[in-house]
């Protein structure tokens, strides 16, 4: 039993394949409480088996605010600690002990590491600090989708980030996201100025092919006074980006792209983001010159989304193709011989390493016979 009375709170439907290995993770905490929306399997019977306390509520019409508001009311008053997770994800061991060590009486929220996507070998693809640790009291949740806490308590509002703590996504490929967009739709149309909504809706019509849709969306946005934050800013200019390119509007996805590295040229996504664009069209001068800027970048974002290929083997990887047909065939093969140290079972890039040294062998031995 630590300092703190700590309970794990969860919504889920259908989601009995995650509920051994969620429990497992989450037997740390004191409690933990579900709120079930109409599983038709045996989630619930098994999340009760493991020992979980178990309410059945439906929520229509639909709205993750309001189903997440509904299962923080089931969690006891007496809690002092919150902990919200989802069935999909699991809370790496030691978890509680991180916490109680930096937690205090007048903490409100914990911040932590939480890794969306991981690769084949557990390490982290897409990372984020995520924030879904909180008091009992004076929270409550807002928004229809892309839900997030809102503090409501009248003391001073204090954070922490909890150094050590780490949450992993184990998400279900099949699970549909079919409800966000209407969602986000609808958020929009509650908060018309809302920068959140907005900036939401916007990359939702890039993730299903709306290119104009994303553009007016993600337009709207960046022209919001409260749209400040300089990092998702950068993000929306490169959706922005990458919806012109796929309407084969070039000049303006390198217009955009441009944009998005002077918002945020301390992030290597812009740079790789471009250099992927570039190299596309064959434009090896500025898939090389981007390519060598995300890599003079050593350190992640703190506190937003770090996008696995702008840290795995995808800049070196472009930095080599640029350099090779720019004709620096020596930097493109200290850059391929990067690539494939970091992903060596990728046969293309292996390829391109042949590839390069034999030009640069053939070079050598026309040198020789001259």
């Not at 292996?350 to 640069?360: P, Q």
């Given at each position: 039993?630590?300092?703190?009375?700590?309970?794990?709170?969860?919504?889920?439907?259908?989601?009995?394949?995650?509920?051994?290995?969620?429990?497992?993770?989450?037997?740390?905490?004191d409690?933990?409480?579900?709120?079930?929306?109409?599983?038709?399997?045996?989630t619930?019977?098994?999340?009760?088996?493991?020992?979980?306390?178990?309410?059945?509520?439906?929520?229509?019409p639909?709205?993750?605010?309001?189903a997440?508001?509904?299962?923080?009311?089931h969690?006891?008053?007496?809690?002092?600690?919150?902990?919200c997770t989802?069935?999909?994800?699991?809370?790496?061991?030691?978890?509680?002990?991180?916490?109680?060590?930096v937690?205090?009486?007048?903490?409100?929220?914990?911040?932590?590491?939480?890794?969306w996507?991981?690769?084949?070998?557990?390490?982290?693809?897409?990372?984020?600090?995520?924030?879904?640790?909180?008091?009992?009291k004076?929270?409550?949740?807002?928004?229809?989708?892309?839900?997030?806490?809102?503090?409501?308590?009248?003391?001073?509002f204090?954070?922490?980030?909890?150094?050590?703590?780490?949450?992993?996504?184990?998400?279900?490929?099949?699970?549909?996201?079919?409800?966000?967009?209407?969602?986000?739709?609808?958020?929009?149309?509650?908060?018309?100025?809302d920068?959140r909504?907005n900036?939401?809706?916007?990359?939702?019509?890039?993730y299903?092919?709306?290119?104009?849709?994303?553009?007016?969306?993600?337009?709207?946005?960046?022209?919001?006074?409260?749209?400040?934050?300089?990092?998702?800013?950068?993000?929306?200019?490169?959706?922005?980006?990458?919806?012109?390119?796929?309407?084969?509007?070039?000049?303006?996805?390198?217009?955009?792209?441009?944009?998005?590295?002077?918002?945020?040229?301390?992030?290597?996504?812009?740079?790789?983001?471009?250099?992927?664009?570039?190299?596309?069209?064959?434009?090896?001068a500025t898939?090389?010159?981007?390519?060598?800027?995300?890599?003079?970048?050593?350190?992640?974002?703190?506190?937003?989304?770090?996008?696995?290929?702008?840290?795995?083997?995808?800049?070196?990887?472009?930095?080599?193709?640029?350099?090779?047909?720019l004709?620096?065939?020596?930097?493109?093969?200290?850059?391929?011989?990067?690539?494939?140290?970091?992903?060596?079972?990728?046969?293309?890039l292996?390829?391109?390493?042949?590839?390069?040294?034999?030009?640069?062998k053939?070079?050598?031995?026309?040198?020789?016979?001259?």
């Open positions: 039993m630590g300092r703190y009375k700590v309970c794990v709170y969860a919504i889920c439907k259908d989601e009995e394949q995650f509920v051994a290995a969620w429990m497992d993770s989450m037997k740390e905490a409690l933990v409480v579900v709120t079930d929306t109409g599983s038709m399997d045996g619930v019977e098994e999340l009760q088996k493991l020992g979980a306390t178990v309410y059945i509520e439906k929520v229509i639909w709205r993750f605010d309001i997440r508001n509904i299962s923080l009311g969690v006891p008053e007496d809690v002092d600690i919150c902990v989802d069935l999909d994800e699991r809370l790496e061991p030691g978890w509680r002990e991180k916490l109680e060590a937690w205090q009486d007048d903490v409100c929220q914990g911040k932590y590491i939480y890794n996507s991981l690769n084949e070998d557990g390490t982290p693809y897409i990372q984020f600090t995520y924030f879904k640790i909180h008091k009992r004076g929270f409550r949740w807002i928004y229809p989708c892309h839900e997030v806490l809102s503090y409501t308590g009248n003391e001073p204090k954070e922490v980030f909890i150094d050590g703590l780490v949450l992993n996504h184990h998400p279900d490929p099949k699970k549909s996201r079919g409800s966000y967009l209407a969602l986000l739709k609808l958020g929009v149309e509650e908060m018309p100025e920068d909504m900036y939401y809706l916007g990359r939702e019509y890039m299903q092919g709306n290119w104009k849709d994303c553009i007016s969306c993600l337009k709207k946005y960046l022209s919001l006074k409260t749209a400040t934050w300089r990092e998702e800013r950068g993000a929306a200019m490169r959706w922005i980006a990458s919806s012109y390119a796929a309407l084969n509007q070039f000049n303006q996805a390198y217009t955009w792209y441009y944009h998005a590295i002077a918002e945020v040229y301390w992030m290597r996504d812009g740079y790789v983001e471009f250099a992927k664009f570039a190299n596309q069209l064959g434009d090896f898939t090389y010159f981007m390519a060598m800027e995300a890599l003079k970048i050593t350190e992640k974002s703190d506190c937003y989304i770090n996008s696995g290929e702008a840290w795995d083997a995808t800049p070196y990887d472009l930095a080599a193709v640029g350099a090779f047909y004709g620096l065939y020596e930097e493109a093969l200290t850059y391929a011989k990067m690539a494939v140290q970091l992903a060596p079972k990728d046969a293309r292996r390829e391109n390493l042949t590839l390069i040294e034999g030009t640069l053939a070079m050598n031995d026309k040198k020789e016979q001259a």
